[in-house]
């Protein structure tokens, strides 16, 4: 992802051109290292000097985030950090809680980490966004499923986007099917 972001600069916002032309090169760093294939990953577990592991988490419920928590979690001197929202019921919403046991590959692991929460880095729109963005469409829009996110606030989303479309905006119930 790093490289598409590189090759078009032409889509940042001007807060983030801004911050390219003061930093020079943000993707850049002299020691960074991008791992290609699970294999690479995993071996960054053997590593024995100070890192940081950027890994994308799926709500630590898939990928490669799942080894490195696995080889850190009940560790006392590593920390993990969490920096977007995590859903109710998932592994990363229970690291968010600070929860003493953890269960990673069906097996139960004592935490042991520090856990740190940095909110704002999700890459995801939110409310404010989704309404601007879908109140810009035109009329052709036939309907909107909301199928992400915490019933609570997916219902009050279905809510401003009633106010907002005279489409339909469903809050699909798990295992429901539409026909087109």
């Known amino acids: 992802m790093t490289d598409i972001f590189r090759l078009h600069p032409e889509c940042f916002d ?3 051109c801004r911050l390219l032309m003061e930093s020079g090169d943000p993707f850049g760093f002299r020691r960074r290292t991008y791992t290609r294939d699970v294999e690479e990953s995993k071996k960054l ?3 024995r000097i100070p890192c940081v592991i950027i890994a994308a ?3 630590c419920e898939t990928g490669q985030v799942l080894h490195h928590l696995q080889n850190t979690i009940e560790d006392p001197a ?6 977007s929202f995590q859903a109710e019921g998932t592994l990363g ?3 968010v809680d600070r929860a003493n046991e953890a269960r990673i590959f069906g097996e139960p ?3 042991r ?3 740190t929460v940095i909110k704002g880095f999700s890459a995801h729109a939110d409310r404010d966004e989704l309404l601007d963005w879908i109140g810009g469409l035109d009329d052709t829009l036939k309907g909107i499923f909301l199928v992400h996110g915490n019933p609570d606030q997916s219902e009050a989303l279905a809510l401003a986007l009633r106010d907002l479309r005279t489409c339909p905006v469903t809050v699909p119930a798990r295992g429901d099917r539409v026909r087109f």
């Open 78 to 83: 590593k920390t993990i950090f969490i920096v």
């Open 14 to 16: 001007e807060e983030t």
């Open 109 to 111: 692991f004592v935490r």
């Open 57 to 59: 988490s799926g709500m």
């Open 45 to 47: 577990n053997n590593l």
């Open 93 to 95: 919403k229970q690291l």
């Open 113 to 115: 980490a520090e856990v």
